[in-house]
């Protein structure tokens, strides 16, 4: 390819800054600069900024964005890139994202402004989406390169790319193809210009050639660095939720405010109960609410068995991946009552109950809000004599948490007694029918000590405080709890997303977040073929988002067909074939879920509201955050904590890098982080270069068909 070969100076850490001039023997050596931990962001409304942000804002980075549309925008000139601060000189950003190497809406006096503020302060640059040409060190794509679609293509990282900020991929970047009618990814892929000092981090394949060409890719000129980006996509898209942590690793040099992390957990709902079963003929589920009483002949209820439940702890140790079981107690009572006494189900599941992690879900299912009428479809509240609402009592509600609690504990199962997620997410709020909590809800909590009640994403979708409680939103997946079947999910599935007018319900062509499909799925393939991979993208698109909510089934699922295990091998298995062994799945239980969102919620107030001041003078950093708000960040490894007395090691590895969260230490108001000699520049003296010349304006870049992304009903996110 002609790109140039690096050393091992390029790597994350070691070349995290440029090496800084020193003073002239006898000068007097300048102050060291301090450089604010932000990231400029100019935005001109394309995708590609806009998911550079939407990254940023992910993982918590303070970020200052310059709305290029805006009529009373600031001028980016010196004064708005660095100031003095104390006698430092200061930079006001660790780094600058532009739309493109030169944006329509960005004058000549900028860009000069903007070059000679890198070159002083070693600020890194990304042009976020621009045109292979040899202003970025890219030769024109007409030159044995290739302007056009890569949807379905195989990018790979290189050798470079793992070295350095990419190096928590194992290579391949697959480049999505939802749709055959529908471009979705543009690129212009080209071969590094010659003598250019460009270094090409992510290829993909050059159509009729077995040859590949720079996507992304540094250029080093003038003294300043650019990452070149020249394939367009937003923020949804899995090959820049792939590229994004690189992207970012890039432009913060590896010393970042925020983290990012990988994380998956898969909740099990309704353990040692049974499940209701759709009726393909009724075209609702007997038993349950959907269907209007008497409707159905005898319960055929889904129910693991002794072999589902062997089966599901070979698995887990296989992939080795923990499975949170929610469970009902009471479920297991009652088949013992109709069964001589016996369970071998519970025998094998409390055997092997350190295998999985376990959460209370009441004793035996019940709807914990208000008292339902459901002599009609849909099913409505109970009302009192005075035309106030009926709630399920708090005796009834805290004896539910009560009696489970106590089944596990005889039962040996490893419990966290502050963890409960009620039956369907009862006592909380539902639309239409039961606009607000239950009154009754809270003081159960309180007399069962929960923190942590488990909430529906679809429905609740924010951290909300619930009495004692802070809710945990849990996405559900498109694996019907009353399945045991494939054929019974695509009869549902057919009957939920197809049109009246195809014999459908009709529901897809009236819900706000669904869309219809094209024809019924054939119920013999439609699983494998249509349901497993489009469940699994979703799924693995919370998991590249840095999205800790659990996702959650039944234990029916698990049952008969095991219809779940399809999708989630895909969803662990294409994980695996991308990420490296640095960077796994981040599996956390329920508790520890919402304490990361409630840590986040915080940190994230307190960064919009300009709270945060964070910064870098050589290898020291220092972050203040309001009291009580703790801190995260992401660091070269070796980074350690000052203390009042001595330091501790800081955050714990992740992807290359150290993050976590952290406090200040006893008697001190701030975090104080000492970075290792490998990631710490010389001092610097700051400088006003020649001014650089400015290169001309790049082409309008030409940009893919948008795309319509189907989300399944009852699924959001």
Request: glycine letters at 10%.
């Amino acid at each position: 390819m002609g790109r140039t070969v690096r050393t091992a100076a390029l790597s994350t850490t070691s070349a995290l800054l440029l090496a800084l001039a020193a003073p002239a023997t006898g000068a007097v050596a300048a102050p060291v600069p301090r450089i604010d931990l932000k990231v400029l962001v100019v935005d001109d409304g394309g995708p590609a900024t806009a998911a550079i942000a939407a990254e940023l804002d992910g993982s918590g980075t303070p970020y200052t964005l310059l709305d290029l549309s805006g009529t009373n925008r600031p001028v980016i000139d010196a004064g708005f890139l660095a100031d003095t601060v104390d006698g430092r000189p200061r930079a006001k950003y660790q780094a600058v994202v532009l739309p493109s190497d030169s944006p329509a809406g960005v004058g000549a006096a900028e860009l000069a402004a903007l070059a000679s503020y890198e070159q002083s302060f070693a600020i890194p640059q990304v042009d976020a989406y621009t045109y292979a040409r040899p202003e970025v060190g890219l030769d024109y794509p007409v030159n044995g390169g290739y302007s056009g679609s890569l949807d379905g293509a195989r990018a790979e990282v290189t050798a470079a790319g793992k070295a350095g900020p990419f190096g928590y991929l194992d290579g391949p970047v697959p480049f999505e193809d939802n749709s055959p009618s529908v471009g979705e990814s543009y690129a212009h892929v080209a071969r590094p210009a010659a003598g250019a000092d460009f270094t090409s981090y992510v290829e993909a394949p050059l159509p009729g050639s077995q040859q590949r060409g720079s996507i992304v890719g540094e250029y080093r000129h003038d003294g300043r660095r650019e990452l070149v980006v020249t394939f367009v996509y937003n923020q949804y898209q899995q090959q820049f939720r792939l590229l994004a942590r690189g992207i970012v690793n890039w432009l913060t040099q590896g010393v970042m405010i925020g983290a990012a992390r990988n994380y998956f957990a898969v909740h099990v709902d309704d353990v040692f109960a049974a499940d209701d079963r759709w009726d393909s003929v009724l075209n609702c589920t007997p038993g349950d609410v959907d269907c209007p009483p008497g409707q159905g002949g005898e319960p055929d209820p889904i129910r693991m068995t002794a072999a589902d439940a062997q089966y599901a702890a070979q698995w887990s140790a296989t992939k080795g991946f923990t499975l949170d079981m929610v469970f009902n107690g009471g479920g297991s009572e009652l088949f013992k009552e109709e069964n001589a006494g016996s369970d071998p189900l519970a025998q094998q599941l409390t055997a092997d109950r350190n295998t999985y992690r376990w959460v209370n879900h009441t004793y035996n299912h019940p709807f914990l809000g208000c008292v339902q009428n459901v002599t009609v479809v849909p099913w409505v509240c109970t009302k009192n004599a005075d035309g106030s609402t009926q709630y399920v009592s708090q005796a009834e509600i805290s004896a539910q948490i009560g009696d489970n609690r106590a089944w596990g504990q005889r039962a040996g199962l490893p419990l966290q007694t502050d963890e409960l997620i009620t039956g369907e997410h009862s006592g909380m709020k539902i639309l239409p029918q039961q606009p607000d909590d239950s009154p009754n809800l809270a003081p159960a909590l309180v007399a069962n000590s929960v923190g942590w009640l488990g909430s529906d994403n679809s429905r609740d979708p924010a951290q909300r405080q619930v009495g004692p409680a802070r809710t945990v939103p849990r996405y559900p997946m498109n694996v019907f709890y009353n399945a045991g079947h494939t054929r019974e999910q695509i009869d549902e599935y057919n009957w939920i997303y197809t049109r009246a007018s195809d014999g459908g319900s009709g529901i897809c062509e009236t819900a706000a977040n669904s869309t219809c499909l094209e024809e019924p799925l054939d119920t013999g393939t439609g699983y494998a073929s249509y349901v497993v991979p489009l469940e699994a993208r979703i799924g693995l698109g919370h998991v590249l988002a840095n999205d800790p909510r659990p996702h959650y089934i039944h234990q029916s699922n698990l049952a008969e067909d095991r219809i779940a295990y399809p999708v989630l091998n895909r969803i662990l298995d294409d994980y695996a074939a991308m990420y490296a062994d640095n960077t796994p799945l981040v599996n956390l239980r329920h508790r520890d879920i919402g304490a990361e969102l409630r840590d986040r919620a915080a940190w994230n107030t307190a960064v919009k509201a300009g709270q945060v001041t964070a910064y870098r003078i050589g290898d020291a950093v220092t972050v203040q955050a309001p009291s009580g708000v703790r801190v995260t960040a992401t660091m070269p490894a070796g980074t350690r904590q000052n203390l009042f007395l001595g330091t501790t090691g800081f955050g714990s590895p992740y992807a290359g890098s150290v993050s976590g969260w952290v406090a200040p230490g006893l008697l001190q108001d701030r975090v104080s982080l000492s970075l290792p000699a490998a990631a710490t520049p010389a001092a610097r003296t700051a400088k006003t270069p020649k001014a650089t010349p400015v290169p001309p304006a790049a082409p309008r870049l030409p940009l893919p068909s948008g795309v319509r992304q189907r989300v399944p009903y009852g699924v959001t996110g």
